[in-house]
T-cell receptor, first 113, second 114 residues
Framework: GAGVSQSPRYKVAKRGQDVALRCDPI?????LFWYQQALGQGPEFLTY????????KSGLPSDRFFAERPEGSVSTLKIQRTQQEDSAVYLC???????????FGDGTRLSIL | AQSVTQLGSHVSVSEGALVLLRCNYS??????LFWYVQYPNQGLQLLLK??????LVKGINGFEAEFKKSETSFHLTKPSAHMSDAAEYFC????????????FGTGTRLTVIP
């Protein structure tokens, strides 16, 4: 069966450019999470959706980060005016419902030059 | 606040030897605890989870972990290491309330020596 799919797998952008990262969760999964994993670190929580509602965005590092899930399925993480410190792997995870195990995608490796 | 500490960023074992990866948590509420494995350029795969049922949890690939409340620990073990076990391992916790987002440790890289 299909797992969590993220695209692109790799993204290189110049400082100041806007980027958009896509996440296709497992079909039927209500909960969706975004995490940021810096090199050599564990993933850190960014934001959480229950269906289309963004219930927690406390982990977003600045107002340059924006996430949406308009139809309760596919989600997009957008970073505006990228900075070098935004370079990281961005992981998306989905779960059947709140409290259920999270299934992770392979991530998008973002490099800001 | 929830936090997870993994002691030892790198662990090396010989093939066939015992694997022991350490994880301690701090929490003001009983946590749900998880171990994930990450292979290079891949996402995280769930090995096992503790959700307040049995304290000894068995997972995939022969791994198991024991929840010890008195020690606030959830160490991961495997009796006999295999070459394919070489990867990064992350301990994670969630409170089981609210968003249920995971709090991760910094990871332990396991090397298996032939």
């Amino acid at each position: 069966g299909a797992g969590v799919s993220q695209s692109p797998r790799y993204k290189v952008a110049k400082r100041g450019q806007d980027v958009a990262l896509r996440c296709d969760p497992i079909s039927g999964h209500v909960s969706l999470f975004w995490y940021q994993q810096a090199l050599g670190q564990g993933p850190e929580f960014l934001t959480y959706f229950q269906n289309e509602a963004q219930l927690d965005k406390s982990g977003l590092p600045s107002d340059r980060f924006f996430a949406e899930r308009p139809e309760g399925s596919v989600s997009t993480l957008k970073i505006q005016r990228t900075q070098q410190e935004d370079s990281a792997v961005y992981l998306c995870a989905s779960s059947l419902d709140r409290g259920q195990p999270q299934h992770f995608g392979d991530g998008t490796r973002l490099s800001i030059l | 606040a929830q936090s997870v500490t993994q002691l030892g960023s790198h662990v090396s074992v010989s093939e066939g030897a015992l694997v022991l990866l350490r994880c301690n948590y701090s929490s003001s509420v009983p946590p749900y605890l998880f171990w994930y494995v990450q292979y290079p350029n891949q996402g995280l795969q769930l090995l096992l989870k503790y959700t307040s049922a049995a304290t000894l949890v068995k997972g995939i690939n022969g791994f198991e972990a024991e929840f010890k409340k008195s020690e606030t620990s959830f160490h991961l073990t495997k009796p006999s290491a295999h070459m394919s076990d070489a990867a990064e391992y992350f301990c994670a916790a969630t409170t089981g309330t609210g968003a249920n987002n995971l709090f991760f440790g910094t990871g332990t890289r396991l090397t298996v020596i032939p």
